[in-house]
Structure formats: structure tokens, C-alpha cells
């Protein structure tokens, strides 16, 4: 089967650095997104990997081992506004995303 | 700007109605899916469409059927509503196969009682 596993709850204070991991088993492997959803906000797109190694957009960076089958997200010089649920999905055979169940993270000042 | 637009954004229906839940997107694009969002279970794919009158099933597709007569809507039809079923449901396209990027509507929040 598939599945993914992140953790279901993060807490960090502004200007920490945190990072949100994914473990994945999937068949048809192409690359690893991860998604942003605000309370009562649709999901926006942050960012794909689909080869090892490391993305940086901005504050934020993610890192994809396939080898491991495992892919982070790292959020830098957390803000208030990063308080957030954050998805990684697997894109396989290049049609459909699925989805881990999310994880919630909490800022605190 | 890609725009998904979901026809509402709350719907109360009553156990047996036939429910239609609308999306529409105005870019283009290929691919469109459904997946509803349950409190812990993330995001569940219900069904996609690759093409106009093109469909798979995801993961969770009992219950639900689909329709996407034109290339910018694609519609979820629960055709005899359960309380099951109550959810938030998420429309989302992206531009084609091999889907890194998908844009998401705002979702219908869907209470069958």
C-alpha cells in the first residue's frame, strides 16, 4: 500500500527554525510536495522535490532523500502568520497527489 | 491568477438527497480532483479527471460519482446523501499530468443530517 507519515503537531516560538518530516512508501515514486493550509483556507502550494537534496524558497527550504524515502520541510525565522497545517503529498505515477494527514504547527511569541 | 471556484461554501442537505457539488477553474487546466478533509485524516483523493468525460476513482470513491462534461467543471455527486459523508470537500486542478503544482478552491463545507 501507500502511506505517509509526518508528525501531527508542531509548537516553536517566532524566530525559531523547525523542521517537519515525511516518511513515505509509495509505488511509483516522482517527487514530494508540501502544502500550507491556514484555518478555514484552502491549501496553497510551497514546494516539490524530485530529485535528493535541498529547495530553498525564501524562509523556507525542503529536502528530499529518495533513497530513504524521506523528505523534510524547514520553516526559518518563524512568524506568527506560519501558524499553519503543513502537507507533504507524493505525487505518483504522475497523476494524482495523495496526501499525509498533516501536521499542525503552532507559533507562540 | 489561477481561480478554483467551489459553487458554495457550506450546504446542509438531508440524509437520502442527491447532492451536486460544483467546481470550476479558469486556467485551463487538464487535471481536476475531489478530496475531502476529515479532522486527523488529511486529505483523501475521492476522484480525478484527466481529460472532458474522463474519470478515475482515488481513493475513496464509494458513495460518490463524478461528471466533467466541460474541461473547466468538474462536479462531485453524492448520490444519496449519508451522514458519513459529512465533510469539507476540496476541489483542486492543475495544469496536466505529472502533477507537481495543484490550485485549490476554497472548499464546501458539507453537513448531512
Known amino acids: 500500500g501507500q502511506s505517509l507519515e509526518q508528525p501531527s503537531e508542531v509548537t516553536a516560538v517566532e524566530g525559531a527554525i523547525v523542521q517537519i518530516n515525511c516518511t513515505y512508501q509509495?509505488?511509483?515514486?516522482?517527487?514530494l510536495s508540501w502544502y500550507q493550509q491556514h484555518d478555514g483556507g484552502a491549501p496553497t502550494f510551497l514546494s516539490y522535490?524530485?530529485?535528493?537534496g535541498l529547495e530553498e524558497t525564501g524562509r523556507f527550504s525542503s529536502f528530499l532523500s529518495r533513497s530513504d524515502s524521506y523528505g523534510y520541510l524547514l520553516l526559518q525565522e518563524l512568524q506568527m502568520k506560519d501558524s499553519a497545517s503543513y502537507f507533504c503529498?507524493?505525487?505518483?505515477?504522475?497523476?494524482?497527489?495523495?496526501f499525509g494527514k498533516g501536521t499542525t504547527l503552532s507559533v507562540s511569541s | 491568477d489561477v481561480k478554483v471556484t467551489q459553487s458554495s461554501r457550506y450546504l446542509v442537505k438531508r440524509t437520502g438527497e442527491k447532492v451536486f457539488l460544483e467546481c470550476v477553474q479558469d486556467?485551463?487546466?487538464?487535471?481536476m480532483f475531489w478530496y475531502r478533509q476529515d479532522p486527523g485524516l488529511g486529505l483523501r483523493l475521492i476522484y480525478f479527471?484527466?481529460?472532458?468525460?474522463?474519470?478515475e476513482k482515488g481513493d475513496i470513491p464509494e458513495g460518490y460519482s463524478v461528471s466533467r462534461e466541460k474541461k473547466e467543471r468538474f462536479s462531485l455527486i453524492l448520490e444519496s446523501a449519508s451522514t458519513n459523508q459529512t465533510s469539507m470537500y476540496l476541489c483542486?486542478?492543475?495544469?496536466?499530468?505529472?502533477?507537481?503544482?495543484?490550485?485549490f478552491g476554497a472548499g464546501t463545507r458539507l453537513s448531512v443530517l
Open positions: 483542486a486542478s492543475s495544469i496536466s499530468a505529472g502533477v507537481n503544482i495543484q490550485y
Open positions: 509509495t509505488s511509483g515514486f516522482y517527487g
Open positions: 522535490n524530485a530529485l535528493d
Open positions: 503529498a507524493v505525487n505518483q505515477a504522475g497523476t494524482a497527489l495523495i
Open positions: 486556467m485551463d487546466h487538464e487535471n
Open positions: 479527471s484527466y481529460d472532458v468525460k474522463m474519470k
